[in-house]
């Protein structure tokens, strides 16, 4: 007799079951969700499914209900998958151990773990930042929160003392959960230290818990600090989980602007766990058995969402990495799929463009037979990229999933369904059930002709919404519910096909004023980009003693000899003017061998612009980069603008 089970029901296996669920999603969301969120274990059930009003703006999902995040990412497994491994762990160097931990052990350790947050004086509301590696423990430390009730905000581990700071203050946490240090290919971060530095401006850190995972030897401040293994030795493997209430926070996280402070997007806890399942469930079609890496970092919405919480809750084997792409080799992403037979993989455009600038021998040596599905999320994938990663490393039979979705979206808002619904190169296609998205004019009026191009908004209220901005509601309302009357703004435009497919353009927000013409900068980079020779570019603007701003372009070829780049320059000017018009051309095109990229893949215009307005001076806090030495090399090759 096949065994039930409850969250496969959730699933959708076939386009017109997608379409129908889409339809019904639309016509009676609350019926929707309702039917959706039965599926998970609940303490008590909601009184109503959803009640909203985007004019304050405030949005709840289950309200009345209670449950424990926890209980449904752990103890619900226990039964079916005690034994089978929840995370599989690969450390950063491959010569080390490998460590597996199952739902039965990770239920015990995160148990253990939320005794000592207790011990240590940490309750329901309290905040805790976590400020660590890519180990298990980063995992434990998040569930032990949430277990708890706790509201944790993760600081990506490669963010300076500065950052930290910041981020800690802000949502004025309690306590601090770090390391003495983390290994990252050949660097080794002093966490601990960078704590130090950044504790010394947050009085509210009662306590720091650190995990030993170098040896190297770090400051000690008695009192204050304890170490990770003294704590959980003797405490108890059981834990009954807090009973939270559907809208109670369960986590902060830091995502910034173009300007201001980083914003702290603030999620609930029942709305996020039933919307992070169900898009994991359905948009990867991670079946029993099957290997999920995701290889982003959990300081990163999408290890939230996609590393823990989702693949969790749906009671998958979820790889953590703890290590870079271009260590030991260019191939390690690859080495680690064969070794682990990863079935799913799932990574960012700019990883996938810095690897395919190296030999595909790197990539045939290792066996990727058992690859089923990939995924790619963080920006818009340009068509090569699309197809290198297609033909190379899904060797045209793994359907690629373009996953278009936010910090404060909680979870994946646009995106084909793997194998299910049709995908389309560079197009991240069709909005999942509940998600009523639509493309706006200049003056906020839906374009509701079949193909348009505009700016993308969503009209209806989804579960994993953020709720708020961490003690700033004004300007939550300001940055989302503002641009368009009862509409969440997320800030990207996109384009539509005849068959409603949605192809994320970019940022809507990077705009340059040039000779009194507002000028969108993602549409120039989108047009320089259609050079055959281009990889990539980032366009911005600096003053100009006449037009008021000029546009200065950095661009990555294929080729890089002065001759083929002088033709190319022209040829790209003529590209910009065809395509969007004369006032359009880059005033200065500079030829560039990589562009600064923050860890989720964005490009760092803030640096860009300065470089660009000879401000290379006081380039500010560089420590958020993927590629801090760029900068210097960028700095080097600049074109004299003044
Ligand atoms: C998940 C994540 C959000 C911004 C978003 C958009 C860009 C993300 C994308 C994409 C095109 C995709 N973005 N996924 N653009 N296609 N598949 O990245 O969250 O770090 O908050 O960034 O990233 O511009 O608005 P976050």
Same mark, same amino acid.
């Given at each position: 007799?096949?065994?039930?089970?409850?969250?496969?029901?959730?699933?959708?296996?076939?386009?017109?079951?997608?379409?129908?669920?889409?339809?019904?999603?639309?016509?009676?969301?609350?019926?929707?969700?309702?039917?959706?969120?039965?599926?998970?274990?609940?303490?008590?059930?909601?009184?109503?499914?959803?009640?909203?009003?985007?004019?304050?703006?405030?949005?709840?999902?289950?309200?009345?209900?209670?449950?424990?995040?926890?209980?449904?990412?752990?103890?619900?497994?226990?039964?079916?998958?005690?034994?089978?491994?929840?995370?599989?762990?690969?450390?950063?160097?491959?010569?080390?151990?490998?460590?597996?931990?199952?739902?039965?052990?990770?239920?015990?350790?995160?148990?253990?773990?939320?005794?000592?947050?207790?011990?240590?004086?940490?309750?329901?509301?309290?905040?805790?930042?976590?400020?660590?590696?890519?180990?298990?423990?980063?995992?434990?430390?998040?569930?032990?929160?949430?277990?708890?009730?706790?509201?944790?905000?993760?600081?990506?581990?490669?963010?300076?003392?500065?950052?930290?700071?910041?981020?800690?203050?802000?949502?004025?946490?309690?306590?601090?959960?770090?390391?003495?240090?983390?290994?990252?290919?050949?660097?080794?971060?002093?966490?601990?230290?960078?704590?130090?530095?950044?504790?010394?401006?947050?009085?509210?850190?009662?306590?720091?818990?650190?995990?030993?995972?170098?040896?190297?030897?770090?400051?000690?401040?008695?009192?204050?600090?304890?170490?990770?293994?003294?704590?959980?030795?003797?405490?108890?493997?059981?834990?009954?989980?807090?009973?939270?209430?559907?809208?109670?926070?369960?986590?902060?996280?830091?995502?910034?602007?173009?300007?201001?402070?980083?914003?702290?997007?603030?999620?609930?806890?029942?709305?996020?766990?039933?919307?992070?399942?169900?898009?994991?469930?359905?948009?990867?079609?991670?079946?029993?058995?099957?290997?999920?890496?995701?290889?982003?970092?959990?300081?990163?919405?999408?290890?939230?969402?996609?590393?823990?919480?989702?693949?969790?809750?749906?009671?998958?084997?979820?790889?953590?990495?703890?290590?870079?792409?271009?260590?030991?080799?260019?191939?390690?992403?690859?080495?680690?799929?064969?070794?682990?037979?990863?079935?799913?993989?799932?990574?960012?455009?700019?990883?996938?463009?810095?690897?395919?600038?190296?030999?595909?021998?790197?990539?045939?040596?290792?066996?990727?037979?058992?690859?089923?599905?990939?995924?790619?999320?963080?920006?818009?994938?340009?068509?090569?990229?699309?197809?290198?990663?297609?033909?190379?490393?899904?060797?045209?039979?793994?359907?690629?999933?373009?996953?278009?979705?936010?910090?404060?979206?909680?979870?994946?808002?646009?995106?084909?369904?793997?194998?299910?619904?049709?995908?389309? #190169?560079?197009?991240? @296609?069709?909005?999942?059930?509940?998600?009523?998205?639509?493309? !706006?004019?200049? +003056?906020? &009026?839906? /374009?509701?002709?079949?193909?348009?191009?505009?700016?993308?908004?969503?009209?209806?209220?989804?579960?994993?919404?953020?709720?708020?901005?961490?003690?700033?509601?004004?300007?939550?309302?300001?940055?989302?519910?503002?641009?368009?009357?009862?509409?969440?703004?997320?800030?990207?435009?996109?384009?539509?096909?005849?068959?409603?497919?949605?192809?994320?353009?970019?940022?809507?927000?990077?705009?340059?004023?040039?000779?009194?013409?507002?000028?969108?900068?993602?549409?120039?980079?989108?047009?320089?980009?259609?050079?055959?020779?281009?990889?990539?570019?980032?366009?911005?603007?600096?003053?100009?003693?006449?037009?008021?701003?000029?546009?200065? #372009?950095?661009?990555? @070829?294929?080729?890089?000899?002065?001759?083929?780049?002088?033709? !190319?320059?022209? +040829?790209? &000017?003529? /590209?910009?003017?065809?395509?969007?018009?004369?006032?359009?051309?880059?005033?200065?095109?500079?030829?560039?061998?990589?562009?600064?990229?923050?860890?989720?893949?964005?490009?760092?215009?803030?640096?860009?612009?300065?470089?660009?307005?000879?401000?290379?001076?006081?380039?500010?806090?560089?420590?958020?980069?993927?590629?801090?030495?760029?900068?210097?090399?960028?700095?080097?090759?600049?074109?004299?603008?003044?």
């Amino acid at each position: 007799m096949k065994r039930e089970r409850k969250l496969d029901k959730m699933v959708i296996t076939s386009e017109a079951q997608y379409k129908e669920a889409y339809k019904k999603s639309v016509e009676d969301p609350q019926a929707f969700w309702a039917g959706i969120a039965e599926n998970f274990q609940w303490h008590k059930k909601w009184d109503r499914v959803l009640s909203y009003d985007w004019s304050v703006p405030e949005t709840k999902w289950f309200e009345g209900g209670k449950l424990n995040i926890t209980e449904n990412c752990l103890d619900r497994h226990l039964k079916e998958r005690g034994q089978q491994t929840a995370i599989i762990w690969e450390p950063n160097d491959p010569g080390d151990d490998v460590r597996k931990i199952t739902y039965a052990e990770l239920h015990e350790y995160v148990c253990r773990f939320a005794n000592v947050l207790k011990d240590n004086g940490i309750g329901k509301g309290d905040r805790v930042c976590i400020y660590m590696p890519m180990l298990i423990e980063l995992t434990v430390a998040v569930l032990a929160c949430a277990r708890v009730g706790a509201i944790h905000s993760v600081v990506f581990a490669g963010f300076s003392a500065r950052s930290l700071a910041t981020r800690i203050n802000d949502s004025q946490c309690k306590m601090l959960i770090t390391a003495d240090g983390g290994f990252r290919g050949t660097k080794n971060i002093p966490l601990k230290e960078i704590a130090d530095e950044a504790l010394d401006h947050c009085p509210s850190v009662e306590n720091v818990i650190i995990y030993k995972n170098t040896g190297q030897s770090i400051e000690w401040v008695s009192e204050r600090d304890h170490w990770w293994h003294l704590e959980t030795r003797n405490a108890s493997p059981e834990f009954t989980a807090e009973v939270m209430d559907a809208e109670d926070p369960l986590f902060i996280l830091y995502t910034s602007g173009s300007t201001g402070n980083p914003k702290g997007m603030v999620h609930s806890c029942a709305g996020y766990m039933v919307y992070t399942t169900y898009t994991f469930k359905n948009v990867f079609q991670y079946k029993d058995g099957d290997i999920y890496w995701c290889t982003a970092d959990i300081g990163w919405i999408t290890g939230h969402s996609y590393i823990i919480y989702g693949p969790l809750a749906a009671g998958a084997t979820t790889l953590m990495f703890e290590g870079i792409p271009s260590y030991p080799d260019n191939g390690r992403f690859w080495e680690v799929c064969a070794k682990h037979k990863v079935t799913h993989f799932y990574t960012a455009p700019t990883a996938i463009r810095a690897l395919e600038k190296h030999p595909v021998s790197l990539v045939e040596k290792h066996d990727l037979s058992g690859l089923k599905v990939l995924g790619s999320v963080g920006e818009p994938i340009n068509r090569e990229a699309w197809m290198w990663y297609s033909k190379h490393i899904g060797k045209d039979k793994c359907p690629v999933v373009d996953t278009w979705w936010q910090t404060e979206t909680g979870g994946i808002l646009i995106s084909s369904l793997a194998g299910v619904t049709r995908q389309k #190169a560079t197009f991240a @296609t069709l909005p999942m059930p509940g998600i009523q998205a639509i493309l !706006l004019d200049n +003056e906020g &009026k839906e /374009l509701k002709s079949d193909t348009a191009e505009g700016t993308l908004a969503i009209k209806y209220p989804w579960p994993s919404i953020a709720r708020t901005i961490y003690g700033d509601h004004d300007r939550y309302k300001k940055v989302y519910f503002s641009a368009f009357k009862d509409h969440y703004f997320p800030g990207d435009g996109a384009l539509k096909d005849e068959e409603g497919n949605y192809r994320i353009t970019g940022r809507v927000d990077d705009v340059v004023i040039v000779s009194g013409h507002n000028l969108g900068t993602a549409p120039i980079e989108n047009a320089i980009n259609e050079h055959e020779m281009v990889v990539e570019s980032a366009v911005v603007g600096y003053p100009h003693p006449i037009k008021g701003n000029a546009l200065y #372009a950095y661009v990555i @070829t294929y080729s890089n000899t002065e001759e083929a780049n002088q033709k !190319l320059e022209d +040829e790209i &000017k003529g /590209l910009v003017a065809r395509t969007i018009g004369a006032i359009a051309k880059p005033e200065e095109i500079q030829f560039v061998p990589g562009l600064p990229k923050t860890r989720s893949g964005k490009i760092m215009r803030r640096i860009l612009r300065k470089v660009a307005s000879g401000e290379c001076e006081n380039l500010g806090d560089t420590s958020t980069l993927l590629n801090p030495d760029i900068v210097n090399e960028i700095i080097s090759g600049k074109v004299n603008t003044n």
